[in-house]
């Protein structure tokens, strides 16, 4: 069956620190990915996805690329602000099922 | 577009009372579903609806109805409330249930005493 598995957290950084947050997934034939993020209070919002294998996905200076070979997503950011603790989530939806998330990971950024 | 609805934001029950959370999505959407998120448990699917008329049971269903109104509605009912119900619920919404990214209501903080 699908399934997603993401690093544990809480994952704490000091701003301008570099982060990689690892999604490594199971799935029949070639599935969607994507990166979901959660604000205190709020409801999960899409930050980025890749639909084919070489893909990469960004948005708010955020990137993941789709490695089939690896069955990987790895979240990256360049250098990471307190604005981006939050909590993520990476997500699969494959064409015979519904979408499949991640347990989550925490992240906080120090000042 | 509000995108996706829901009421109430917050509700105190107590043990035995029944209440129900409802949700609404204007992206003429066809699957809708529901979750809770427990502190530290990630998202746990409750139920889902992959198109007007048809609901069908997620991860935890017990305890839990629901209701595909029409296709833009979609309610929750909880019958008899258990404080292992407390947490927090979301609704949300995609254009198809397979390959499809699904939007999501701001939730539902929801305790059970």
């Known amino acids: 069956g699908n399934s997603v598995t993401q690093m544990e957290g809480p994952v704490t950084l000091s701003e301008e620190a570099f982060l990689t947050i690892n999604c490594t997934y199971t799935?029949?034939?070639?599935?969607?990915l994507f990166w979901y993020v959660q604000y205190p209070g709020e409801g999960l919002q899409l930050l980025l996805k890749?639909?084919?294998?070489?893909d990469k996905g960004s948005n708010k200076g955020f990137e993941a690329t789709y490695r089939k070979e690896t069955t990987s997503f790895h979240l990256e950011k360049g250098s990471v602000q307190v604005s981006d603790s939050a909590v993520y989530f990476c997500a699969l939806s494959n064409r015979d099922d519904k979408i499949i998330f991640g347990k989550g990971t925490r992240l906080h950024i120090l000042p | 577009n509000a995108g996706v609805t829901q009421t109430p934001k917050f509700q105190v029950l107590k043990t035995g009372q029944s209440m129900t959370l409802q949700c609404a999505q204007d992206m003429n959407h066809n699957s809708m579903y529901w979750y809770r998120q427990d502190p530290g448990m990630g998202l746990r699917l409750i139920y889902y609806s992959a198109s007007e008329g048809t609901t069908d049971k997620g991860e935890v269903p017990n305890g839990y109805n629901v209701s595909r109104l029409n296709k833009r509605e979609f309610s929750l009912r909880l019958e008899s409330a258990a404080p292992s119900q407390t947490s927090v619920y979301f609704c949300?919404?995609?254009?198809?249930?397979?390959?499809?990214?699904?939007?999501f209501g701001p939730g539902t903080r929801l305790t059970v005493l």
């Open positions: 949300a919404s995609s254009e198809q249930l397979a390959s499809s990214e699904q939007f």
């Open positions: 799935a029949t034939g070639y599935p969607s």
């Open positions: 890749a639909t084919k294998a070489d």
